[in-house]
C-alpha cells in the first residue's frame, strides 16, 4: 500500500522569505501527486496536481512542486510567501491498485507565516 | 462550477444521539468520499460511494454509515455519537477515470459532541 510522509510537522517562514515543503511517498510506481492546502476553518482546496511529464508543476498563488521519481519525492516550494499562506499543506499520491480515486494523505505540514 | 457543498457547516450532537451529514455536488462526478479530520492528524477516509456502490473501511466499517439517494446527494449517518465522534467531516467528489484521482473537497462539517 502507498504510504507518504511529510516530515515537517510545523514550519515557521518570515513574510517574503521562500518556503519549501517535504514530501515522499513509498510506490515504486510513478503515481499521480496532489498537494492539497486547508486555510483555517475550511475544507482541502486542491493547490497543484501532477500526472505526467515535466516533473516540475506549476500551482495557484505562485506555488509549484517538484517530482523526482529517483527520489519518490514531491516537494512544494514557494519563492516568496504571504501572511495568507499560513495554512496547513497536505502531500497525497493516490493509494496504489483500483479505480476508487482513493488517496492517502500525508499527515499535514502547518504553515505559519510572521511578519 | 466545481462546488461541493455541505450541510450544516456545524452541528452539536449528543452522546448517543444520531447525526446525519449531507454533501452535495453537481459536476456529474461518480464517487463521492467521506473523511474524518482532527486536529494535527491526516484526513482519514471513512467510505466512498462509485456509483450506487458503497465502499467502508475496514477499520470504520461499523461506525458509520452512508446513503446516496441520487448521484448529486450522499449522506453520512452515526447512529449513536460518543466523544471521539467529534472532528471535521469533509465531503469529496470526483470522477476517477476520466479524470484521474482529483478530488473536489467541500467546506466541511465540524461536528461537535457532547
Known amino acids: 500500500a502507498q504510504s507518504v510522509t511529510q516530515p515537517d510537522a510545523r514550519v515557521t517562514v518570515s513574510e517574503g522569505a521562500s518556503l519549501q515543503l517535504r514530501c515522499k511517498y513509498s510506490s515504486s510506481v510513478t503515481p499521480y501527486l496532489f498537494w492539497y492546502v486547508q486555510y483555517p476553518r475550511q475544507g482541502l482546496q486542491l493547490l497543484l496536481k501532477y500526472y505526467s511529464g515535466d516533473p516540475v508543476v506549476q500551482g495557484v498563488n505562485g506555488f509549484e512542486a517538484e517530482f523526482s521519481k529517483s527520489n519518490s519525492s514531491f516537494h512544494l516550494r514557494k519563492a516568496s510567501v504571504h501572511w495568507s499562506d499560513s495554512a496547513v499543506y497536505f502531500c497525497?499520491?493516490?493509494?496504489?491498485?483500483?479505480?476508487?480515486?482513493?488517496?492517502?494523505f500525508g499527515e499535514g505540514t502547518q504553515v505559519t507565516v510572521i511578519s | 462550477d466545481t462546488t461541493v457543498k455541505q450541510n450544516p457547516r456545524y452541528k452539536l450532537a449528543r452522546v448517543g444521539k444520531p447525526v446525519n451529514l449531507i454533501c452535495s455536488q453537481t459536476?456529474?462526478?461518480?464517487?463521492m468520499y467521506w473523511y474524518q479530520k482532527k486536529p494535527n492528524q491526516a484526513p482519514k477516509l471513512l467510505l466512498f460511494?462509485?456509483?450506487?456502490?458503497?465502499?467502508r473501511e475496514a477499520d470504520t466499517f461499523e461506525k458509520f454509515q452512508s446513503s446516496r439517494p441520487n448521484n448529486s446527494f450522499c449522506s453520512l449517518y452515526i447512529g449513536s455519537a460518543g466523544l471521539e465522534y467529534s472532528a471535521m467531516y469533509l465531503c469529496?467528489?470526483?470522477?476517477?477515470?476520466?479524470?484521474?484521482?482529483?478530488?473536489?473537497f467541500g467546506p466541511g462539517t465540524r461536528l461537535t459532541v457532547l
Open positions: 469529496a467528489s470526483s470522477r476517477p477515470r476520466d479524470w484521474g484521482y482529483e478530488q473536489y
Open positions: 459536476m456529474n462526478h461518480d464517487t
Open positions: 497525497a499520491p493516490p493509494r496504489t491498485g483500483g479505480l476508487s480515486g482513493k488517496l492517502t
Open positions: 460511494y462509485y456509483d450506487k456502490i458503497l465502499n
